[in-house]
């Protein structure tokens, strides 16, 4: 998608692992987002930035870690990965509040075993 | 709790005619309200937005509207194609009378128009 990029685009990790997927933006917009997507919860929202160094909880934070040295990128983490960790991920930008339309990535689509 | 409920079923149509969607919210009145398209394998794609002020809003062959009274919003397909094969999704910001940090999103609709 075009602004946005998520990496890797898959991977799989051993239970336990600690695993970082990044999201890169060439947009310079303000607000980031990380959700998840599984089958019968739709999109849930993990954690998201308003700024550099600003982020906030969603409703499925726990397990996960975020950080935001810089407006381009925001890295998710997973501590110690588990298998309800298993999903795919998205990564979404916007350049104001919920008054404006989000651009999605591709997504990354993790497997824990 | 807040929450959005759009019909899991898929909707079957037949090419050329209408499809409608209904997305349903609980609770708090949000001051935006917009619907994604999403192929599979891929991410959502912002389609439109409308505003709690705004009973109905149009782009091409698309048309939302948006009543706060029912808590309800309808994305209608008109002469739909196959291309329009998709799941969509609703999503709201919680955030009353001012635009707020996150979207919530439903669970989506899966689309399916056959020739």
């Known amino acids: 998608d075009a602004g946005i990029t998520q990496s890797p685009r898959h991977k799989v990790t051993e239970t336990g692992t600690p695993v970082t997927l990044r999201c890169h933006q060439t947009?310079?917009?303000?607000?980031m987002y990380w959700y998840r997507q599984d089958p019968g919860h739709g999109l849930r929202l993990i954690h998201y930035?308003?700024?550099?160094?600003?982020?906030d909880k969603g409703e499925v934070s726990d397990g996960y870690s975020v950080s935001r040295s810089k407006t381009e990128d925001f890295l998710l983490t997973l501590e110690s990965a588990t298998s309800s960790q298993t999903s795919v991920y998205f990564c979404?930008?916007?350049?104001?509040?919920?008054?404006?339309?989000?651009?999605f990535g591709s997504g990354t689509r993790l497997t824990v075993v | 709790s807040q929450k959005i409920e759009q019909n899991s079923e898929a909707l079957n149509i037949q090419e050329g005619k209408t499809a409608t969607l209904t997305c349903n919210y609980t609770?708090?009145?949000?001051?935006?309200l917009q619907w994604y398209r999403q192929d599979p394998g891929r991410g959502p794609v912002f389609l439109l937005l409308?505003?709690?002020?705004?009973k109905e809003k149009r782009k091409e062959r698309l048309k939302v509207t948006f009543d706060t009274t029912l808590k309800q919003s309808l994305f209608h397909i008109t002469a739909s194609q196959p291309a329009d094969s998709a799941t969509y999704l609703c999503?709201?910001?919680?955030?009353?009378?001012?635009?707020?940090?996150?979207?919530?999103f439903g669970g989506g609709t899966r689309v399916l128009v056959k020739p």
């Open positions: 979404a930008i916007s350049l104001t509040k919920t008054n404006y339309g989000y651009t």
């Open positions: 947009e310079n917009h303000r607000y």
């Open positions: 930035s308003y700024g550099v160094k600003d982020t």
């Open positions: 609770n708090y009145s949000p001051a935006y």
């Open positions: 409308i505003r709690e002020n705004e």
């Open positions: 999503a709201l910001d919680f955030a009353i009378k001012a635009a707020g940090n996150k979207l919530t």
